[in-house]
């Protein structure tokens, strides 16, 4: 049995594992459009969401019911249930699986219709084959994720996306120099969702059949030490007269948790069955609108950054929420959760205008041209709103409320649906961006004020007034570097793209520096802060801090 420091351990490992896959998820996309384009990039960005939600419908609940079953069925000494679960699961997610692969591959042209794109029915083709894999793929985590062993499957995540990244680049890198169109660029990105799957499977198979048979031989000793050949075939009947109970119970976990991961992938899909159609009514011909489309995407890498560090942050306090709420320790679990929406809050709303100064250099330095400097600007609003519905929805998980984050998306993805449809034709991709600030707005809404029911608020806006000082001290010192860097380094000679790179970066140390110092100086962090973020380090750094007179002293 695994001890309590090994499975938060194996925790640990497995959210490490989640970030770094999240994060070559997004940064994967910044050389792909740099060597496809705008409009093979658009039509990815368009395929992607669709292929997102039936993978997540498909597989997503199911490693976690697995794992919830096989774990309760170990800890009580019954391996036999622990496997059955993972039989019956895997036999649902299979058939999960072959429909998701059916409805893709067999509709794809309905489906590129439905984006307005024929040219994306191959993206879809291609995509469609890694759904015949990922049910099987997800099963096997979930086993071993229910035994304990976290280290194989969370090693599996990083290769899958790993090996995805780099056959995405390679086979684009190859097709382009051949002279492939935007349609073949984009298919053959998509098919490394396959490859991807099929590199990640294996390297786990073979963890997994070591396991197997170490249990078979445990289990094969134990029959003939008992003499229990007999009850053990009686057993079999049984149990096979308790599959369908069992493939209730497990139904009933896992697709509740599906559908609320949908939720997320849902908001983008209103985009890929709308935006297309929408920049027609704009003035734009079907190949303007996919790179046009294109442009638009370029600046969700970045959002999805800034709201991954987030909720990074924000799933970091969930254990202890969780901890002190189920221990009756109120005031510790308000304290806490006053600080992660405090930070959240005013760390958001720093980076998102952060961003949204520093676009035309950023969009520069990532993608080589300014094209959609302004709509990224936009765009770098709805992070604000995004970081505080991150954070909010970890707060609530820690309290026991995990239905809310998916409530609030789903709600948030008819909003943008409407805005879509009212603003796009009239204002182009300036109205798709603004569409998203106001869904993503409406969505941390609603979990403020679900999270207001549980716990007071007042204390992340403590001290408005001085968090705005410090927001503008970063926007002052960011505007600053970069309007100095690029008239230093264009004077110099240097050219459009080098200029723009270091003058972002400037931008970003430049501003970064200001808000620490001055949220530092007025007190808006203190140790407790420190403490949280710093973890072992706080005492060391709150020392240095004071040194350097950038923090008072604890009264």
């Excluded at 039509?43 to 919830?68: E, F, Q, R, W």
């Excluded at 396959?194 to 000793?221: D, F, I, K, N, Q």
């Amino acid at each position: 049995m695994a001890s309590m420091s090994k499975w938060a351990r194996g925790a640990a490992l497995l959210g490490l594992a989640a970030l770094t896959v999240k994060l070559l998820g997004a940064v994967q996309k910044i050389p792909f459009q740099n060597l496809a384009g705008d409009a093979a990039f658009g039509l990815y960005s368009a395929v992607y969401p669709l292929y997102s939600i039936l993978l997540v419908l498909a597989t997503s609940g199911y490693p976690v019911a697995i794992s919830k079953f096989v774990s309760e069925y170990t800890l009580a000494g019954d391996r036999q249930a622990a496997r059955r679960t993972v039989r019956l699961a895997a036999a649902c997610m299979a058939g999960a699986g072959v429909a998701g692969f059916a409805l893709l591959y067999g509709g794809a042209e309905t489906a590129a219709s439905w984006i307005g794109s024929p040219a994306a029915a191959s993206s879809i083709r291609a995509v469609s084959w890694s759904l015949l894999l990922m049910p099987w793929l997800a099963a096997i985590r979930g086993y071993e994720q229910g035994m304990g062993r976290m280290g194989a499957s969370a090693a599996s995540q990083v290769v899958e996306q790993t090996a995805r990244v780099v056959f995405m680049v390679g086979s684009v890198i190859v097709l382009t120099a051949r002279g492939a169109d935007a349609q073949t660029l984009s298919a053959a990105a998509l098919l490394g969702s396959a490859v991807g799957g099929a590199c990640a499977m294996a390297s786990l198979l073979p963890v997994w059949l070591r396991g197997r048979g170490e249990l078979r031989t445990r289990r094969e000793t134990a029959a003939a030490a008992s003499g229990a050949a007999e009850a053990f075939a009686g057993g079999r009947r049984a149990r096979g007269s308790a599959a369908v109970p069992l493939l209730k119970r497990f139904l009933a976990y896992a697709l509740p948790v599906s559908f609320a991961s949908a939720a997320l992938p849902l908001v983008f899909l209103t985009d890929s069955f709308t935006l297309l159609h929408l920049l027609r009514d704009y003035g734009l011909t079907p190949e303007q609108s996919l790179a046009s489309f294109g442009v638009y995407q370029r600046g969700v890498p970045l959002v999805q950054l800034i709201v991954m560090t987030a909720a990074a942050a924000g799933g970091a306090l969930v254990p202890a929420i969780a901890q002190y709420a189920s221990s009756g320790r109120t005031a510790e679990a308000e304290r806490t959760a006053g600080t992660a929406l405090r930070l959240a809050l005013w760390g958001g709303l720093a980076a998102a205008a952060g961003l949204a100064l520093i676009s035309g250099s950023a969009n520069m330095m990532l993608y080589g041209n300014g094209d959609g400097s302004g709509v990224m600007a936009l765009m770098a609003l709805s992070a604000w709103f995004a970081v505080l519905h991150a954070v909010s929805g970890s707060i609530l998980q820690g309290f026991g409320d995990v239905a809310a984050p998916a409530r609030s998306l789903a709600v948030a993805s008819l909003l943008k649906l409407a805005l879509n449809a009212a603003l796009v034709p009239a204002l182009g991709l300036a109205g798709a961006s603004l569409a998203l600030v106001a869904a993503y707005a409406l969505a941390a809404a609603m979990q403020l004020a679900a999270l207001r029911r549980r716990v007071p608020l007042r204390a992340a806006g403590r001290r408005a007034a001085a968090w705005l000082a410090s927001v503008a001290a970063m926007a002052a010192a960011a505007a600053a570097a970069e309007y100095g860097l690029t008239a230093v380094l264009h004077g110099a000679g240097w050219g459009p793209r080098a200029t723009a790179t270091l003058a972002a970066l400037g931008a970003m140390g430049a501003g970064a520096a200001a808000l620490a110092a001055s949220a530092l100086r007025l007190g808006e962090v203190r140790e407790p802060e420190l403490a949280a973020l710093a973890g072992e380090r706080a005492a060391a750094l709150a020392a240095s801090l004071r040194r350097w007179r950038l923090l008072p002293r604890e009264r």
